[in-house]
């Protein structure tokens, strides 16, 4: 049996703006296990960007426990909590945030020499993850501000896994990006999927989601959907499509 990597427990969050309370995330008891890809889907506003805040550590919960790989997250300070989040997990956010005066390459590197000391080692795997995601070399030392939008993403995608992270959280990680692009990102999520790290990623887009191997569906900061899709297979996509459709259609997304 896969082991448990994120249990919550009556998990909430409140957002109080000018004195009014919103209640976002109601009372959620999630269990996600290694190894799987989970799709978190839902209309916009339920609550998506927010549950992957809070049970990776990003943002507090309000009430309830999230028990991460055995840690109970509300006993760490804000300083555990960002070795913690180094040491295990992966993040792809909408905004990528790169830094202005490195290059590509030392923008990847700068994150690898957090947690490992081998720069040899890890200039190779920077290159080969570069490459996977269509970064070539003619690209590593540019800046930031003389990359595209999407040439920018594939940059922060492959910081966010440069650690091999135990799990890697993403948030429309190819809102950004073309079509060609998106499958060549989606694929090395796969990949990493495939050799035993966790995925756990927000998204609008149901050939996106085709990649997961669970689908949790959110209304209105409240699980009501929860489906097991089994893992991506490019060869039984069509036969997942028609599953995840008519289980989208019954949440009414
Ligand atoms: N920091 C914050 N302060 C106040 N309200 C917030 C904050 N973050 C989120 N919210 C509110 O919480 C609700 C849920 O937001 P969230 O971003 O989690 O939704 P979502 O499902 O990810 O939406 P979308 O699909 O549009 O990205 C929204 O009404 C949003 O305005």
């Given at each position: 049996?896969?082991?448990?990597?994120?249990?919550?427990?009556?998990?909430?969050?409140?957002?109080?703006?000018?004195?009014?309370?919103?209640?976002?995330?109601?009372?959620?008891?999630?269990?996600?296990?290694?190894?799987?890809?989970?799709?978190?889907?839902?209309?916009?506003?339920?609550?998506?960007?927010?549950?992957?805040?809070?049970?990776?550590?990003?943002?507090?919960?309000?009430?309830?426990?999230?028990?991460?790989?055995?840690?109970?997250?509300?006993?760490?300070?804000?300083?555990?909590?960002?070795?913690?989040?180094?040491?295990?997990?992966g993040f792809?956010?909408?905004?990528?945030?790169?830094?202005?005066n490195?290059?590509?390459?030392?923008?990847v590197?700068?994150?690898?020499?957090?947690v490992?000391?081998?720069?040899?080692?890890?200039?190779?795997?920077?290159?080969?993850?570069?490459?996977?995601?269509?970064?070539?070399?003619?690209?590593?030392?540019?800046?930031?501000?003389?990359?595209?939008?999407?040439e920018?993403?594939?940059?922060?995608?492959?910081?966010?896994?440069?650690?091999?992270?135990?799990?890697?959280?993403?948030?429309?990680?190819?809102?950004?990006?073309?079509?060609?692009?998106?499958?060549?990102?989606?694929?090395?999520?796969?990949?990493?999927?495939?050799?035993?790290?966790?995925?756990?990623?927000v998204t609008?887009?149901?050939?996106?989601?085709?990649?997961?191997n669970?689908?949790?569906?959110l209304?209105?900061?409240?699980?009501?959907?929860?489906?097991?899709?089994?893992?991506?297979?490019?060869?039984?996509?069509?036969?997942?499509?028609?599953?995840?459709?008519?289980?989208?259609?019954?949440?009414?997304?």
């Open positions: 049996m896969k082991k448990t990597i994120i249990k919550t427990e009556k998990l909430c969050k409140t957002f109080s703006t000018s004195g009014i309370q919103q209640h976002v995330l109601k009372n959620l008891d999630i269990h996600l296990v290694e190894e799987d890809f989970t799709i978190i889907m839902g209309s916009s506003g339920s609550g998506k960007s927010t549950l992957l805040y809070a049970i990776s550590g990003m943002d507090k919960p309000t009430l309830g426990d999230i028990d991460f790989a055995g840690k109970n997250l509300s006993t760490l300070n804000n300083d555990q909590l960002a070795v913690f989040r180094r040491n295990h997990c792809v956010f909408q905004q990528i945030y790169l830094l202005d490195m290059s590509v390459l030392d923008n590197l700068a994150s690898g020499l957090l490992n000391k081998n720069k040899r080692e890890l200039v190779k795997k920077s290159k080969e993850l570069l490459k996977q995601v269509g970064i070539d070399e003619s690209s590593w030392f540019k800046f930031p501000a003389q990359l595209s939008g999407g920018a993403q594939r940059v922060g995608i492959v910081r966010a896994l440069i650690n091999s992270p135990k799990i890697l959280f993403a948030d429309e990680p190819t809102g950004a990006l073309n079509s060609a692009s998106s499958e060549r990102v989606l694929d090395v999520f796969t990949n990493v999927n495939r050799n035993g790290q966790s995925v756990v990623m609008h887009d149901i050939q996106t989601a085709l990649r997961g669970r689908i949790l569906y209304r209105d900061g409240v699980i009501c959907g929860d489906l097991q899709l089994g893992a991506y297979s490019e060869k039984e996509n069509d036969e997942r499509q028609e599953k995840l459709k008519h289980f989208l259609a019954e949440m009414g997304w």
